[in-house]
């Protein structure tokens, strides 16, 4: 199964005026202030240009921007971590759109099936599995990949929700 569709999803914080608002908004854990705009973009992957660029608060939360998407059925959109939402995962997975991301270290989960991985698949996927996440009541089954990096010396979890691409593609897909 091609990915013919593939969008790609990030942010970029812009300071501005940084000494003029120190005292403006809450007070984060880190003592680091967001202050300023962010720049949230979607790019289409083949043609490596944004085609959707919306500005917000520093302090507004990512997965906000994933609403606005406007995704095609069949499409996938890969992000990063900090655009977690349980919620508007599991609408796209019953509006047949697809997503790759990276499992925050946090999250709560249930195996309910480890896949066999094939001799063809990339020996640097670790584990392929369906798992279950619960939130607000609602149960979400998604896709965990474990896949280690070999220059970086390290693991790397991705969920999605498609369980047709073999699991070194969900893994490059994110790559």
């Known amino acids: 199964m091609p990915v013919k569709d593939l969008k790609i999803?990030?942010?970029s914080t812009i300071s501005l005026f940084s000494d003029i608002?120190?005292?403006?908004?809450?007070?984060?854990i880190s003592g680091k202030k967001k202050?300023?705009?962010k720049m949230h973009?979607?790019?289409?992957?083949?043609?490596?240009?944004?085609?959707?660029?919306?500005f917000s608060s520093a302090a507004v939360h990512d997965r906000t921007f994933l609403k606005e998407l406007n995704l095609k059925k069949g499409s996938f959109v890969v992000f990063d971590k900090g655009y977690v939402d349980y919620a508007q995962y599991h609408k796209w997975s019953l509006e047949d759109i697809?997503?790759?991301?990276?499992?925050?270290?946090?999250?709560?989960y249930k195996s309910l099936e480890e896949f066999d991985i094939k001799d063809h698949i990339n020996p640097s996927v670790l584990k392929d599995e369906r798992i279950v996440i619960k939130k607000n009541d609602q149960l979400i089954e998604?896709?965990?990949?474990?896949?280690?990096?070999n220059e970086q010396h390290k693991v790397y979890e991705f969920i999605a929700n498609n369980f047709d691409l073999v699991a070194d593609k969900i893994a490059d897909i994110y790559r």
Do not use: M
């Open 142 to 149: 998604l896709r965990r990949v474990a896949f280690y990096h």
């Open 41 to 54: 973009t979607r790019i289409n992957a083949k043609e490596h240009v944004p085609c959707l660029v919306r």
């Open 98 to 108: 697809y997503f790759v991301t990276r499992q925050k270290e946090n999250t709560a």
């Open 21 to 28: 608002d120190k005292g403006v908004g809450r007070n984060p």
């Open 9 to 11: 999803v990030d942010s």
């Open 35 to 37: 202050d300023g705009i």
